[in-house]
């Protein structure tokens, strides 16, 4: 069982960065495959950044070359960095993860079974 705990999200004024955090109950650094998801009040949770076990990186069109995921040094947490942020980036953050997992699909919400609670990012213009 994996416990997922985000933080690093806030009220920010566009064009500023914030740093997310995942935080994992166990050892998550070869074994697991971890994705940021997003949701925005009335729409559905989509995945914007995706790390598989083997440290290669997936991002969506839309967040490409202003997000970027990392797993940290500690093995049990992972980061979502956020640049040059935009109003549309407001949303509740979540943190996914799953054993092992596959690079297909590696974006959707389905191919994932751990998830915290969220982090919620405001973005005013």
């Known amino acids: 069982q994996v416990q997922l705990v985000e933080s690093g999200g806030g009220s920010v004024q566009a064009v500023g960065s914030l740093r997310l955090s995942c935080v994992a109950s166990?050892?998550?650094?070869?074994?697991?495959?971890m994705a940021w998801f997003l949701q925005a009040p009335g729409k559905e949770r989509e995945g914007v950044a995706a790390i598989d076990s083997g440290g290669i990186t997936t991002y969506a069109d839309p967040v490409q070359g202003r997000f970027t995921i990392n797993k940290g040094n500690a093995k049990n947490t992972l980061y979502l960095q956020i640049n040059s942020l935009e109003p549309e980036d407001t949303a509740m953050y979540y943190c996914a993860a799953v054993y092992k997992g596959s690079r297909l699909g590696i974006l959707s919400r389905l191919a994932y079974n751990y998830w915290g609670q969220g982090t919620q990012v405001t973005v005013s213009s």
């Open positions: 166990g050892s998550i650094y070869s074994s697991y495959s």
